[in-house]
């Protein structure tokens, strides 16, 4: 008898508790609850180093050297030693790897793009000092090369 009387106090204070039984097992279900998505997963491995193209960076240059006032039509050539590579993080056994939701990956530290050597740079106001100047010091602040290395020539009229 003494049994059921210690028991009746304990479902008592339970059923006394129960909106904080239901909050509890509401936070357990929802910590239990599979997070993210595929489609977040599939994203997370696709992302590759970014594309190093010496087109495009050409075209960027001439883009905006052409809006220099004087400068007119811009052509542009730059010479760049290595590729774009990047550098993996090493371990004591060689390249580390490390495994998400079951996807191993190598662990990438950082990018490292091709080096700048020289420029070319060909547009119709090259006749004029000023304006070879300011297109070489342009040329210089975007691509880190020195004065000696970034030659402006005057285009051919057309």
Do not use: H
Not at 105 to 130: K, Q, T
């Amino acid at each position: 008898m003494k049994d059921e009387t210690k028991a009746k106090p304990v479902i008592l204070r339970l059923l006394k508790n129960k909106y904080a039984l239901i909050v509890l097992a509401a936070g357990l279900v929802l910590i239990l609850w599979p997070s993210g998505s595929k489609t977040e997963d599939k994203e997370a491995a696709e992302l590759t180093a970014p594309a190093f193209s010496i087109a495009k960076e050409e075209e960027r240059l001439a883009s905006q050297l052409s809006k220099i006032k004087g400068a007119g039509r811009v052509s542009v050539l730059l010479s760049v030693e290595g590729s774009a590579s990047r550098e993996l993080a090493k371990g004591e056994e060689g390249t580390l790897v490390v495994s998400e939701n079951g996807k191993e990956r190598v662990v990438e530290l950082y990018y490292v793009n091709p080096v700048y050597m020289g420029a070319v740079i060909v547009c119709d106001g090259a006749d004029s000092a000023d304006i070879r100047l300011k297109i070489t010091k342009a040329v210089s602040a975007y691509t880190g090369l020195g004065m000696d290395e970034i030659t402006v020539i005057a285009m051919e009229n057309k």
